[in-house]
C-alpha cells in the first residue's frame, strides 16, 4: 500500500518526516499545499487533519499529523534501516537529541530567519543580533556531536539528522540568498561557521532520495 504524503514546501516539520522516509529508502505519494493559498486549511485537507497542519502521512487507514510520530511510526512500520538505532542504548541515546534538537533548534532558528524571509527585515537590530546569539549556541551543540560522529544519530543518519538537517538547511539558504544581513549577524559562511556541521551537511545531501525532499520552489527560483 502506497504511503500517501502532505507537505508544504519548504516546512521544516514535512521536511523531516520526507527525510525519515529517504533515509529508509521509502517511496511515497507527494501531495504539496500550497500555504500561500491557505490549501492546508481547506475543507479536502480538514477532512484528513483536522488541525490543517502539516505533515500528514497516510497508510490505509493510519493517518499521523505530527512530525516525530510519523518518524515513530516509520521504525516499526518499515524497520529496515532504524532511525532510532539497534539497541536499547541506542534509541535512548537517539531519542535524547532528537527531542533536543526538536525543543532548541527550531525557535532559535525562526527567531533569526522569520523576521528576514517574512518580515523583511534589511537590518541586524539588537533583537536579531541576540537571536542569533542563541542559534550559534544550538549550532555549537551540533557541532560538538558531528566532532565525535559522522551523523546527529551515530554512525548512521536517523531521527536526530532528520530533525536537524532541514533548519540548518534554511541557515544556510538565508546565507546564500540574504548575505549582507546574514553577514552583519555573524552567520555569513557554514563552513567558516562550523566546518563540522559542513562536512555533516554534505554527507546527508549525498545520502540517496534525499535530493527530493529539498523544497520544489527552490528550484523554481534557481
Not at 485537507?45 to 511510526?73: C, F, H
Not at 525557535?107 to 527585515?121: D, H, K, N, R
Amino acid at each position: 500500500m502506497t504511503l500517501q504524503f502532505w507537505t508544504v514546501s519548504g516546512a521544516p516539520s514535512p521536511w523531516r518526516a520526507a527525510l525519515g522516509m529517504a533515509f529508509k529508502g521509502l517511496d511515497y505519494d507527494v501531495h504539496l499545499l500550497s500555504a500561500g493559498q491557505k490549501e492546508h486549511k481547506s475543507d479536502a485537507y480538514l477532512s484528513i487533519n483536522p488541525r490543517g497542519t502539516v505533515p500528514t502521512l497516510k497508510e490505509g487507514d493510519m493517518t499521523l499529523g505530527q512530525s516525530i510520530a510519523i518518524l515513530a511510526w516509520l521504525d516499526r512500520a518499515y524497520p529496515a534501516a532504524p532511525l532510532f538505532g539497534e539497541t536499547p542504548q541506542d534509541a535512548g541515546l537517539i531519542w535524547q537529541r532528537t527531542m533536543e534538537i526538536f525543543d532548541y533548534l527550531p525557535g532559535a532558528t525562526s527567531a533569526v530567519l522569520s523576521p528576514i524571509f517574512f518580515q523583511g527585515a534589511g537590518e541586524a537590530t539588537n533583537d536579531l543580533k541576540i537571536a542569533s546569539e542563541t542559534l550559534r549556541s544550538e549550532l555549537t551543540h551540533l557541532t560538538d556531536i558531528l566532532a565525535r560522529h559522522r551523523f546527529l544519530s551515530g554512525a548512521r543518519p536517523g531521527a536526530a539528522d532528520a530533525v536537524a538537517f532541514p533548519h540548518v538547511r534554511l541557515i544556510q539558504r538565508a546565507m546564500e540568498t540574504k548575505p549582507q544581513i546574514m553577514q552583519d549577524l555573524g552567520l555569513a559562511d557554514l563552513n567558516a561557521l562550523s566546518p563540522e556541521i559542513a562536512d555533516w551537511v554534505h554527507r546527508v545531501e549525498a545520502l540517496p532520495n534525499v535530493a527530493q525532499t529539498f523544497p520544489p520552489h527552490w528550484a523554481d527560483a534557481a
